[in-house]
Each structure stands twice: as C-alpha cells, then as structure tokens.
C-alpha cells in the first residue's frame, strides 16, 4: 500500500513494482499455504536498490516465520 503522500502515480506505482519484484525473488523460499501479506511502503523505497528493499523484507517474513527453513537466502 502507497499513499498519496509518497508522490505521483507513476512513482507510487514504481514503489508496488519493486516490492512485488522482491516478493516474487522471494516465493520459491515462502511456506506453502494461503495467507496475506500487506507491506505500507515509505519515502526511501522509490530510490532504494534491490538488495536493501530485500534486506528490509526478509526480516519481516522470517520474524512472521513465512520462510521455509531449508530454503533460506544466504
């Protein structure tokens, strides 16, 4: 979710791409089930790089215990 204090359109929709494209990095290490993930996204995301907005994510699922155990990210 991007409010409309975070900018424009386009740079909100840029934010949704960026987290989607880490959450999808990420499927093959969720566990399997149905659930929902909701992430609020801030000012700094539309210029982080790709291995920070993963380094912000990750603690997120693994303290929600969504991650596989064998499968981790090194």
């Known amino acids: ?24 990095l990420l499927l093959p290490q969720l566990r399997e089930g149905t659930y929902d993930l909701i992430f609020l996204c801030r000012k700094g995301l539309g210029t982080a790089k790709g291995d920070k907005i993963l380094s912000a994510v990750l603690p997120l699922l693994t303290k929600a215990n969504l991650l596989n155990d064998e499968k981790r990210v090194p």
Not at 16 to 24: G, N, W
């Open 1 to 24: 979710v991007v409010s409309k204090k975070q900018g424009k359109a386009v740079q909100r929709n840029r934010m949704k791409r960026r987290l989607r494209e880490v959450i999808r």
